[in-house]
């Protein structure tokens, strides 16, 4: 049953805008302490990364991941296609030029490049490839005793769930460090203003109500495109948010992950 008016609280709605924005602003300074607190903490020895993955997403967490200190290096990448591979690794080069070395020996390609990438002596994997591969990167990932940025979604199915819940439970007994692509979790504002939050600082609340707006990503190109010879797997990877094995479908793929 929905509560009476007589139970909420008396505030009125610009009480209520005057706690919501120091809530807000004070969540963004504690936030700034906090990350310059740890960037200063952080010690020198070298990070080295490896990314499975090489389109969009994958080429925005490298640059992600080499942002957060010079001693964080690139030193392999993995892709289905050799084209996408060279564009991210020309591009993240221009962008960190002393931060990325790549080798052309470590770079890999073809659907089971990123075998040849766990091989290799990386620190961190990130994967970033479509999510219906992440549940069988993610098992090898943690096999090869890798640490593992694992983007969202990490599974298109519960069969993918799963065995992505199986190996967390592998990884925490291998005491890997594994962080998912939630980003808003992460983010050092929004946690601020969460915990002030649920602290009670804009009172008890009744009601969420959320939208995501958004229109296709990456619109099904006609079949007219298809280049002749192609085959049915490289034509669904080069498309995958219109396939559902590969992305989840629209909902989960943008805005219902796990």
């Not at 009480?15 to 924005?21: A, C, D, G």
């Not at 602290?199 to 609340?205: M, Q, T």
Request: glycine share 8%.
């Amino acid at each position: 049953n929905m509560p009476s008016p007589a139970n909420f609280d008396p505030s009125t709605r610009r009480e209520f805008i005057k706690k919501s924005t120091s809530v807000a602003v004070g969540g963004t300074l504690a936030a700034t302490l906090g990350t310059a607190r740890y960037v200063h903490a952080a010690g020198n020895e070298q990070i080295r990364i490896g990314l499975i993955g090489c389109g969009g997403r994958g080429s925005g967490a490298a640059a992600d991941a080499l942002h957060a200190g010079p001693d964080i290096q690139l030193v392999a990448m993995a892709d289905a296609f050799k084209e996408q591979l060279d564009h991210s690794r020309n591009v993240l080069k221009k962008q960190f030029a002393g931060q990325v070395a790549v080798n052309d020996d470590h770079c890999f390609v073809g659907l089971d490049a990123y075998k040849q990438l766990l091989a290799s002596d990386v620190d961190v994997v990130l994967l970033a490839t479509p999510p219906g591969f992440r549940p069988l990167h993610f098992r090898a990932a943690v096999e090869a005793n890798k640490h593992v940025f694992c983007e969202k979604p990490m599974a298109t199915d519960a069969v993918g769930v799963r065995s992505i819940m199986e190996s967390v439970e592998i990884s925490k007994k291998k005491n890997l460090s594994i962080v998912a692509g939630f980003c808003w979790r992460y983010q050092n504002v929004k946690q601020a203003l969460f915990d002030q939050i649920h602290n009670g600082a804009i009172g008890e609340l009744r009601c969420v109500h959320g939208t995501y707006l958004t229109s296709p990503v990456k619109p099904m190109p006609p079949a007219s495109s298809r280049p002749a010879g192609m085959s049915d797997l490289e034509w669904m990877v080069r498309n995958w948010y219109n396939f559902t094995w590969l992305s989840g479908d629209g909902y989960v793929e943008q805005a219902m992950t796990v």
